[in-house]
């Protein structure tokens, strides 16, 4: 009886060197090589869950700041009513609805809206809404030493410029901001920006002036039309009438409305697409809320 080395089965039949070459080296399928067939079979087997590899976050790789951080710091609410309102399904990215805690945005490019309101995020970029007074002009400077809203403005942020004109004589809204893009669609005549006006008149208004001027009427430069008008008061041969319109020529409230038989004695700018003068005293500024300013981005299509 043979006695086999210490740790071999006394039935193996151990091979020499030469022995163990030829057998790695034959043409037989091994586990490691797979072998014709197998990796088809495998295809067609059900993958188990631990092998399933982990799905990709897409907002992982995403560089930005998480969604509660950014509209916090734009002062639409704390952290955690923020996440409360993505939990509501009240905020949208890019037109899609959130759903999960956590997204991240790119505050410079992403399109954040709140009930369906757009959330202006830009920090370098303001925009200023004033009550100007009468008498003074729509500039920055005057050679002549006249009242400017420069004058009012100082030096409240660089590169202001206003949006459009109102006339020396007329008071009421005046939008200012250092958005150029934002200021030239706003008073651009194409975006059809509604701007809307309280004017005190002398004498009675004709109960057809209101289909008269929404159809039309032409001064020395052409048509215009308003969108809108309206009565809101008459007294001892005073009115007060209201007038949306979205033109943007020199005087056209007055010319229009004296073309008609109703010269202006006062005249007062109330609101410009969705902002409006509300109680704002007359000489105050008041800078817009960043859903306001994305509300005039919205108007405008930026």
């Given at each position: 009886m043979s006695t086999a080395p210490p740790g071999e089965h006394p039935d193996s039949n151990p091979l020499d060197a030469a022995e163990l070459a030829a057998e790695l080296s034959t043409d037989e399928p091994t586990l490691t090589d797979g072998g014709e067939g197998w990796s088809e079979d495998m295809e067609l087997a059900p993958i188990h869950p631990g092998d399933e590899p982990p799905r990709r976050d897409e907002d992982a790789d995403r560089t930005g700041e998480r969604l509660q951080k950014v509209l916090a710091r734009a002062g639409v609410a704390s952290r955690r009513v923020v996440e409360d309102m993505i939990d509501q399904g009240r905020i949208s990215v890019n037109g899609e609805q959130v759903r999960v805690q956590g997204k991240r945005v790119d505050p410079h490019a992403d399109r954040i809206e709140v009930d369906g309101s757009r959330i202006e995020l830009s920090d370098?970029?303001?925009?200023?809404?004033?009550?100007?007074?009468?008498?003074?002009?729509?500039?920055?400077?005057?050679?002549?030493?006249?009242?400017?809203?420069?004058?009012?403005?100082?030096?409240?942020?660089?590169?202001?410029?206003?949006?459009?004109?109102?006339?020396?004589?007329?008071?009421?809204?005046?939008?200012?901001?250092?958005?150029?893009?934002?200021?030239?669609?706003?008073?651009?005549?194409?975006?059809?920006?509604?701007?809307?006006?309280?004017?005190?008149?002398?004498?009675?208004?004709?109960?057809?002036?209101?289909?008269?001027?929404?159809?039309?009427?032409?001064?020395?430069?052409?048509?215009?039309?308003?969108?809108?008008?309206?009565?809101?008061?008459?007294?001892?041969?005073?009115?007060?009438?209201?007038?949306?319109?979205?033109?943007?020529?020199?005087?056209?409230?007055?010319?229009?409305?004296?073309?008609?038989?109703?010269?202006?004695?006062?005249?007062?700018?109330?609101?410009?697409?969705?902002?409006?003068?509300?109680?704002?005293?007359?000489?105050?500024?008041?800078?817009?809320?960043?859903?306001?300013?994305?509300?005039?981005?919205?108007?405008?299509?930026?």
């Open positions: 370098d970029r303001v925009t200023y809404a004033m009550n100007k007074p009468f008498g003074v002009i729509t500039a920055m400077s005057d050679d002549r030493g006249r009242d400017t809203i420069g004058d009012m403005l100082g030096d409240l942020a660089p590169g202001l410029v206003h949006v459009g004109r109102l006339d020396q004589d007329t008071e009421g809204l005046l939008l200012i901001t250092n958005d150029g893009e934002l200021a030239h669609r706003l008073a651009h005549p194409s975006y059809e920006v509604p701007k809307t006006y309280l004017a005190q008149v002398s004498g009675s208004v004709p109960r057809d002036l209101g289909r008269r001027l929404r159809n039309g009427v032409d001064l020395d430069d052409g048509p215009v039309k308003v969108d809108s008008f309206q009565v809101v008061d008459t007294h001892a041969g005073q009115s007060v009438v209201e007038i949306v319109l979205h033109e943007g020529r020199k005087h056209i409230v007055r010319r229009l409305l004296a073309h008609v038989g109703l010269p202006v004695s006062r005249l007062t700018r109330t609101s410009v697409g969705p902002i409006a003068l509300q109680r704002m005293r007359t000489g105050t500024i008041r800078r817009l809320s960043r859903q306001e300013v994305g509300a005039l981005k919205d108007l405008v299509g930026l």
